[in-house]
């Protein structure tokens, strides 16, 4: 049998410009175990995801702010103080980046989301004074959320409610906050383009990037299990 997965998204199932990589519709559809997307994008992205490939939603979103596995959601993190944060950024001067549209954070319940072209160190700059967040670098936004909000405490709550044990996940991602996911799954890759907190992190780097990469790990695992 094929173990559960649980899959980054920005980096991880996507092609080097960023696009959803069509092979997820190929390899994806027909894995026999479960499957968790877990992202730092907002609640409906992974939602989505999972809803077109046909798969049973099972999400962790905004780094593990939002937790939804079949029907139930658990939501942490305090967004007021993300919000504060946010506040004082702008009132000196900073910009989250977005535009006036701000897609980034319409639907985001639980952090806020800062553009990677944003001041990074005024923004740590204040988030540090507050002294109740963390930024985190996803390599696609500054995450500005509650410390004790991470992936991996979300994967933990995910596999409470699917009755499996945290460590008989693999896991596949590319960034800082995919970290904590690999610390509590029993096996862990990191694409060959992950930044360097993951590389670290992993069990294992493989020699492809982006997608490629995920497609060569998932194509190691079916061999494994035939």
């Known amino acids: 049998m094929v173990p559960p997965l649980v899959l980054d998204i920005d980096g991880t199932l996507t092609t080097p410009t960023g696009r959803l990589d069509p092979r997820v519709f190929e390899l994806l559809p027909e894995?026999?175990?479960?499957?968790?997307?877990?992202?730092?994008?907002?609640?409906p992205y992974p939602v989505a995801l999972a809803s077109f490939l046909g798969r049973r939603e099972r999400v962790i979103a905004?780094?593990?702010?939002v937790v939804y596995v079949d029907g139930k959601t658990t939501i942490v993190g305090d967004p007021d103080a993300a919000w504060a944060v946010v506040e004082a950024f702008r009132e000196r001067g900073g910009d989250l980046g977005w535009g006036?549209?701000?897609t980034a954070n319409r639907w985001r319940e639980t952090e806020v989301a800062v553009s990677i072209d944003a001041d990074e160190a005024l923004l740590r700059e204040v988030a540090a004074a507050a002294g109740?967040?963390?930024?985190?670098?996803t390599g696609y936004a500054y995450?500005?959320?509650?410390?004790?909000v991470s992936k991996g405490r979300g994967?933990?709550?995910?596999?409470?409610?699917?009755g499996i044990d945290a460590v008989d996940f693999v896991a596949v991602g590319d960034s800082e906050n995919d970290v904590s996911t690999f610390e509590v799954v029993g096996e862990s890759y990191a694409v060959a383009n992950a930044d360097a907190a993951a590389r670290?992190?992993?069990?294992?780097?493989?020699?492809?990037a982006h997608m490629d990469g995920t497609v060569e790990v998932l194509a190691a695992l079916r061999d494994r299990s035939a």
Do not use: Q, Y
């Not at 109740?132 to 670098?137: S, T």
């Not at 994967?155 to 699917?162: F, P």
């Not at 069990?203 to 492809?208: I, K, P, Q, Y």
């Open 100 to 102: 006036d549209g701000d």
């Open 31 to 43: 894995w026999d175990a479960p499957v968790v997307f877990a992202t730092g994008k907002a609640f």
């Open 143 to 148: 995450h500005v959320k509650s410390p004790d």
């Open 155 to 162: 994967l933990k709550r995910a596999a409470e409610t699917l």
């Open 200 to 208: 670290s992190a992993a069990d294992v780097v493989v020699e492809s």
């Open 132 to 137: 109740d967040v963390e930024v985190v670098d």
């Open 62 to 65: 905004e780094n593990g702010g």
